[in-house]
């Protein structure tokens, strides 16, 4: 999903393809993919919060051998990975979609590939439904794959090693905490729910990666004002803007005087009231005010350690 203001020919013209491979959306083309773009406007705030990282490109870490390696793992055990699915999944469905579940997984295997014609890497039908370019095939011996394209309709054979695999999202996660010894993973509720994402990644990454899975720490979504922030539907505050309407201590102390399991909802005709909050715990901390609640006077503590 696009943001509002990106044009709709372009839209319609790179939908589907992934992000490092859709140009710059902007006339200058001031970088060298619509990912960089974007990601440099959010890694260039990271400074101001106070973040230390290092940054990892998702497609280039799919063009190193060492992720490369863990994609073997799903084509040479896909039918146990399903089992694992199923155990999570199918609890928490209905009739309905628990036939259209199984009717997926007979022919699902958890890799999608580049299209070596169109470039994408799944089609949108006109209902909405999201196709993805799944692997049809695996030449375990040959260490290749057989794909059909749905945009466009190629069939095509590629190496596990070309950097145009990526795997399904709930085996990426554990990959990832495999490649990175993870040791704690903060993620939406959603993911955490019964069934989720979570779940089905610690088996996975108990069983093939043999390591016990990261500390899980479920959160609230962010909401602007009574909207849950969504990327996929452009319901966004990004960093960068938060900055041109407030300070970034401002922000820093709304995620730490919040419980993680409690939603945050950001309110811009608040702004002043944030202020006068940050202030009065600025004074607390300092000693020029008492703290008149359990609520102050936790939250100074946390500020502290």
Not at 158 to 181: E, T
Not at 217 to 233: A, F, H, I, V
């Amino acid at each position: 999903m696009f943001p509002y203001y990106i044009d709709k020919m372009f839209q319609k013209e790179y939908l589907g393809k992934l992000f490092a491979l859709i140009p710059c959306p902007f006339e200058n083309g001031c970088c060298e993919s619509y990912g960089t773009h974007f990601g440099n406007e959010l890694i260039s705030t990271f400074t101001n919060f106070g973040i230390k990282n290092k940054i990892i490109w998702t497609y280039c870490l799919y063009q190193k051998k060492e992720m490369q390696e863990k994609i073997k793992i799903s084509p040479d055990n896909t039918s146990k990975i399903k089992e694992i699915l199923k155990k999570f999944i199918l609890p928490t469905l209905d009739d309905e979609r628990k036939k259209f579940f199984i009717e997926t997984q007979k022919t699902w295997i958890p890799v999608m590939v580049i299209c070596d014609k169109c470039k994408k890497i799944q089609n949108r039908a006109k209902d909405g439904t999201i196709h993805p370019n799944r692997v049809i095939k695996c030449l375990n011996k040959e260490q290749e794959v057989l794909y059909e394209c749905p945009a466009c309709g190629y069939k095509g054979r590629v190496s596990i090693y070309s950097g145009k695999l990526k795997l399904n999202w709930r085996i990426d996660w554990p990959a990832n905490w495999a490649l990175f010894k993870t040791i704690c993973e903060p993620a939406g509720k959603d993911h955490s729910v019964k069934g989720g994402a979570y779940d089905t990644g610690l088996e996975i990454y108990l069983k093939f990666f043999k390591y016990k899975g990261p500390i899980e720490l479920p959160y609230e979504w962010l909401r602007l004002g009574k909207q849950d922030m969504k990327t996929s539907k452009s319901i966004v505050f990004t960093p960068q803007k938060c900055l041109e309407l407030a300070d970034p201590e401002l922000y820093r102390m709304l995620i730490l005087r919040t419980n993680p399991i409690k939603h945050i909802s950001l309110r811009i005709e608040e702004i002043p009231q944030y202020y006068d909050y940050y202030e009065k715990m600025e004074n607390i901390f300092y000693s020029l005010e008492q703290p008149e609640s359990k609520e102050e006077f936790n939250f100074i503590n946390i500020s502290i350690h």
